[in-house]
């Protein structure tokens, strides 16, 4: 299997409204480095998994939607909490429909928010799965 990943940060500002959350109930920013890598059996006529700056491109253009947003009041996350993990599906959804490819087999977004924690998202991808 190879693989390709790309790497790039956003700056966010949300609330996490749930007891579950202590502190991070109120609203509080982050900043996400945010790591996304498809993979692929094999690799295409250019011997590449996907042109990097494609790939680069694209995770440019998903986080520039959320970049310096508060997360509460964009739209793709009312009436969910934009927890690490719900933004990383997020953002793996949107990467999806940019960079189509059939022989692309999975992508998965992996947001840091410290050295320490992360969560990752990972999505199959190809004709046969959404």
Do not use: C
Request: net charge negative.
């Amino acid at each position: 299997m190879f693989r390709l990943t790309v790497r790039d940060h956003v700056m966010i500002a949300h609330s996490l409204p749930d007891p579950f959350f202590g502190p991070a109930q109120g609203l509080h920013g982050a900043t996400f480095e945010v790591e996304a890598t498809w993979s692929r059996r094999d690799l295409d006529e250019h011997g590449v998994v996907l042109d990097i700056g494609a790939a680069t491109e694209a995770l440019k253009e998903v986080l520039g939607d959320l970049d310096y947003r508060n997360l509460d009041d964009h739209p793709a996350f009312a009436g969910r909490i934009s927890t690490t993990e719900v933004v990383a599906r997020h953002i793996a959804d949107e990467l999806a429909a940019r960079l189509p490819d059939p022989a692309l087999e999975s992508l998965e977004v992996l947001l840091r928010e410290n050295p320490d924690a992360w969560a990752s998202y990972t999505r199959e991808l190809g004709p046969t799965r959404a």
